[in-house]
């Protein structure tokens, strides 16, 4: 699998993701729950959550995807292929070599 760049836009939060980093901190120390039941609660939270706010938190995240693609465009016009890359790193991908492992026999007694 390849290694993300660090260097690429990163995506933005969702409207959900945007409500649960404001809320998770103060559920955690007032109440004291585990994480697994803070994602519970959050859930809860959301579901109660009046549309406005809702809407206002789903804008922000389409105004930061509209950024995002404008990043990620930029950026992918920018990045240096893999050959590149290489030859400014001085190395070279190494082949794998060897074979591939070869699939075990079914066993004929098996039920």
């Known amino acids: 699998m390849a ?3 660090p ?4 995506k933005p939060l969702t409207g959900f993701m945007r409500f649960c980093a404001k809320h998770r901190a103060r ?3 007032d109440e004291g ?10 859930g809860e939270m959301w579901k ?18 509209e950024t995002y693609k404008e990043e990620l465009e930029e950026y992918k016009a ?3 292929s893999d050959d590149e890359s290489e030859e400014e790193t001085g190395r070279k ?3 794998k070599g060897g074979k591939k492992a070869k699939k075990a026999k079914k066993d004929p007694n098996a039920p």
């Open 3 to 5: 290694k993300k760049d």
């Open 7 to 10: 260097n690429a836009p990163k």
């Open 27 to 29: 559920l955690m120390k």
């Open 33 to 42: 729950l585990k994480v697994t039941e803070v994602a519970k609660r959050m």
């Open 48 to 65: 109660e959550v009046d549309e406005d706010e809702k809407n206002a938190l789903n804008q922000e995240y389409k105004d930061d995807m």
């Open 78 to 80: 920018n990045k240096p």
């Open 93 to 95: 991908r190494k082949a």
